[in-house]
């Protein structure tokens, strides 16, 4: 293939899912339809938790930081997808992409650290409750999430700066339905050798650091739980940790199993359609994972909806947990 130079490349061509053109309203829909379920979804968790002052603790801190993330991430990739099956176009321009490829990076580290942080908040919840406020103070979760949007800004700007150095080939076609790193940096002439050692880099940073914080963490929890003597105790330790390891388990096992599949022989198209599942199908499904076994999230909704009116401090549970805990 014939290389061009970088400063002539003016666009890509996201090849989606299927070329067939019967396919493209069902595909349309379908992904339209899960867009706003996302949004509207985590827009209610949002609501929820800042408008019920009972919520304005850290795990639900946490947990809004976190719906807030989701709707970015996938507001990343399926509005542009959902515009070229529209005009019936698979083109995005060089710029468009790489700034594509920052955003979809930093929302995807962004989502890691968070998840790995509200591991950390169960952590003490179970294992310290005596001392959880104490440690959980406001400045300590502000400062949390900040390092945590720090760290993936730079991450991100590390990724796409060494992408900007590559000078490519006249086969410009991604065989996704976003601009991912990876099939970006294969469609490349140059030298590639600096852009996998920062993947790799960035695969420990953002994958393996994390999810060895959010393993230790869990492991504390479950010797933790397994030392409370009451049955009523440990469902109600096990119970507050339900949802986020829920969460984590579908983040972390889609995800993982589409870099890990990767390195295998597949179809051009399989590799986007295994991506689905933590790009669109996890930070929509999260909202049901919080909302239907929360009592305190249903509440809130009811009560912003006015169905319902309080009826008493929703933090009692905590305190009754704590009780077990101590007991």
């Given at each position: 293939?014939?290389?061009?130079?970088?400063?002539?490349?003016?666009?890509?061509?996201?090849?989606?899912?299927?070329?067939?053109?019967?396919?493209?309203?069902l595909?349309?829909?379908?992904?339209?339809?899960?867009?706003?379920?996302t949004?509207?979804?985590?827009?209610?968790?949002?609501?929820?938790?800042?408008?019920?002052?009972?919520?304005h603790t850290?795990?639900?801190?946490?947990?809004?930081?976190?719906?807030?993330?989701?709707?970015?991430?996938?507001?990343?990739?399926?509005?542009?997808?959902?515009?070229n099956?529209?005009?019936?176009?698979?083109?995005?321009?060089?710029?468009?992409?790489?700034?594509?490829m920052?955003?979809?990076?930093l929302?995807?580290?962004?989502?890691n650290?968070?998840?790995?942080?509200?591991?950390?908040?169960?952590?003490?919840?179970?294992?310290?409750?005596?001392?959880?406020?104490?440690?959980?103070?406001?400045?300590?979760?502000?400062?949390?999430?900040?390092?945590?949007?720090?760290?993936?800004?730079?991450?991100?700007?590390?990724?796409?700066?060494?992408v900007l150095r590559?000078?490519?080939c006249?086969d410009?076609?991604?065989?996704?339905?976003?601009?991912?790193?990876?099939?970006?940096?294969?469609?490349a002439?140059?030298?590639?050798?600096l852009?996998?050692m920062?993947?790799?880099?960035?695969?420990?940073?953002?994958?393996?650091?994390?999810?060895?914080?959010?393993?230790y963490?869990?492991s504390?929890?479950?010797?933790?739980?397994?030392?409370?003597?009451?049955?009523?105790g440990k469902?109600?330790?096990?119970?507050?940790?339900?949802?986020?390891?829920?969460?984590?388990?579908?983040?972390?096992?889609?995800?993982?199993r589409?870099?890990?599949?990767?390195?295998?022989?597949?179809?051009?198209?399989?590799g986007?359609?295994?991506?689905?599942?933590?790009?669109?199908?996890?930070?929509?499904l999260n909202?049901f994972?919080?909302?239907?076994?929360?009592?305190?999230i249903?509440?809130a909704?009811k009560?912003?909806?006015?169905?319902e009116?309080m009826?008493?401090?929703?933090?009692?549970?905590?305190?009754h947990?704590?009780?077990?805990?101590?007991?």
């Amino acid at each position: 293939m014939e290389p061009r130079n970088l400063t002539a490349i003016s666009e890509f061509l996201l090849l989606g899912f299927s070329e067939e053109p019967a396919f493209q309203p069902l595909i349309f829909g379908l992904f339209l339809s899960m867009y706003l379920i996302t949004v509207f979804g985590n827009l209610l968790i949002i609501l929820a938790v800042s408008s019920d002052s009972h919520l304005h603790t850290p795990m639900y801190f946490f947990l809004a930081n976190l719906s807030f993330v989701d709707i970015c991430f996938t507001s990343t990739t399926v509005p542009k997808m959902l515009w070229n099956i529209q005009t019936q176009s698979k083109v995005i321009t060089y710029e468009d992409c790489i700034t594509q490829m920052y955003f979809f990076l930093l929302f995807a580290g962004l989502d890691n650290y968070i998840l790995t942080v509200m591991a950390y908040d169960r952590f003490l919840a179970i294992c310290h409750p005596l001392h959880y406020m104490v440690i959980m103070n406001p400045r300590l979760c502000g400062l949390l999430v900040l390092v945590s949007w720090i760290m993936s800004v730079l991450h991100s700007l590390l990724q796409t700066s060494v992408v900007l150095r590559l000078s490519f080939c006249t086969d410009l076609e991604i065989p996704h339905f976003f601009c991912e790193i990876k099939q970006v940096v294969q469609l490349a002439c140059s030298d590639t050798f600096l852009n996998d050692m920062v993947m790799y880099f960035g695969a420990g940073l953002l994958g393996g650091g994390p999810l060895a914080g959010i393993l230790y963490s869990y492991s504390k929890i479950v010797s933790s739980i397994c030392g409370i003597s009451s049955t009523r105790g440990k469902y109600k330790a096990f119970s507050t940790c339900a949802s986020h390891l829920s969460v984590v388990s579908l983040f972390y096992c889609t995800s993982l199993r589409v870099y890990l599949s990767s390195t295998a022989t597949q179809s051009s198209h399989s590799g986007a359609t295994a991506s689905v599942m933590y790009t669109v199908v996890t930070p929509m499904l999260n909202p049901f994972i919080y909302s239907l076994r929360n009592r305190d999230i249903k509440r809130a909704l009811k009560k912003s909806f006015g169905k319902e009116t309080m009826k008493g401090p929703i933090a009692l549970g905590q305190l009754h947990l704590m009780a077990e805990l101590k007991a």
